[in-house]
T-cell receptor
Framework: ELKVEQNPLFLSMQEGKNYTIYCNYSTTSDRLYWYRQDPGKSLESLFVLLSNGAVKQEGRLMASLDTKARLSTLHITAAVHDLSATYFCAPTSKRGSQGNLIFGKGTKLSVKP | DTGVSQNPRHKITKRGQNVTFRCDPISEHNRLYWYRQTLGQGPEFLTYFQNEAQLEKSRLLSDRFSAERPKGSFSTLEIQRTEQGDSAMYLC???????????????FGPGTRLTVL
């Protein structure tokens, strides 16, 4: 059974600083997604990573995937307050699966001025 | 494209009552998923439909839970004899399916928040 672990669970950053969120998963997976959730809101898709070495960037966020290490990272560059949210990584449950996602507990990011 | 919609947005019920939630996916998305999210946790997968066929169910989906997608469009999730432990946000997501040209991203609805008293 696939297990997902995110680190850290809570992250308080100052604006302008860089930081990385880590997502480890326990068994092989086809692809991995990153989602953002604002308080009281639903989930917004950020990235989908399909293969080993995949890197995607959007604005101040960059996600990468190492399938051999079963590790994905979400790097935040020069954080701004608008990035405050909870970030979830979610690999698919097994290879060749129809796509149901297994979510980590999330990393609650707070960016302070 | 209006996105995934869910109704109701909030439901308060007494223990033992039955409740039903509705999800309308993005049109032409043939895959539909139900998840449950409790405070401070990530969403947990409940069940998945491809068109009208329910292809996968989590062990979390006890006998009190049933889901349908009768015509391959909207879906309903029913909880019978609700318990306080059922209190959670119930999220629906839809996706177009995996093809050579695109990944199968799931788009989530706003959720239905259930409170069981």
């Amino acid at each position: 059974e696939l297990k997902v672990e995110q680190n850290p669970l809570f992250l308080s950053m100052q604006e302008g600083k860089n930081y990385t969120i880590y997502c480890n998963y326990s068994t092989t997976s086809d692809r991995l997604y990153w989602y953002r959730q604002d308080p009281g809101k639903s989930l917004e898709s950020l990235f989908v990573l399909l293969s080993n070495g995949a890197v995607k960037q959007e604005g101040r966020l960059m996600a990468s995937l190492d399938t051999k290490a079963r590790l994905s990272t979400l790097h935040i560059t020069a954080a701004v307050h608008d990035l405050s949210a909870t970030y979830f990584c979610a690999p698919t449950s097994k290879r060749g699966s129809q796509g149901n996602l297994i979510f980590g507990k999330g990393t609650k990011l707070s960016v302070k001025p | 494209d209006t996105g995934v919609s869910q109704n109701p947005r909030h439901k308060i019920t007494k223990r033992g009552q039955n409740v039903t939630f509705r999800c309308d996916p993005i049109s032409e998305h043939n895959r539909l998923y139900w998840y449950r999210q409790t405070l401070g946790q990530g969403p947990e997968f409940l069940t998945y439909f491809q068109n009208e066929a329910q292809l996968e169910k989590s062990r979390l989906l006890s006998d009190r839970f049933s889901a349908e997608r009768p015509k391959g469009s909207f879906s309903t999730l029913e909880i019978q004899r609700t318990e306080q432990g059922d209190s959670a946000m119930y999220l629906c997501a839809s996706s177009p399916g995996l093809t050579a040209l695109r990944a199968d991203t799931q788009y989530f609805g706003p959720g239905t928040r259930l409170t069981v008293l």
